[in-house]
């Protein structure tokens, strides 16, 4: 697993020997060690930034963040892809920062 061992403090995993799925805070899993070139794609459901019912996570900004999405394209494997789902009044900022970051942008779904 291409992981530095302080991934295991951060992080639940489950893997089987077809797929390994890591559930964490992404920024404190990604700086703990996740090498480079690690994954065939990220599909990650990010805060929606609606301050929804005042909750402190969904008012991070972190979404927003091109460093955010630098770290996730730097741990894809070339030609992977990232599938990141956005709330319908704030998506466009999020697909600003993933284009700011270095991400092709190729195309996009919506539903209302």
Known sequence: MPLDGEVERVMDAFHDDRAFLWCGDCLELLAVGVCADTFDSVVTDAPYELNFMKKSWDRSG?????????EILRVLKPGGHLVAFGGSRTSHRMVCAIEDAGFEIRDSIQWL
């Not at 972190?62 to 630098?70: D, I, L, M, P």
């Open 62 to 70: 972190v979404a927003f963040r091109a460093e955010t999405w630098a």
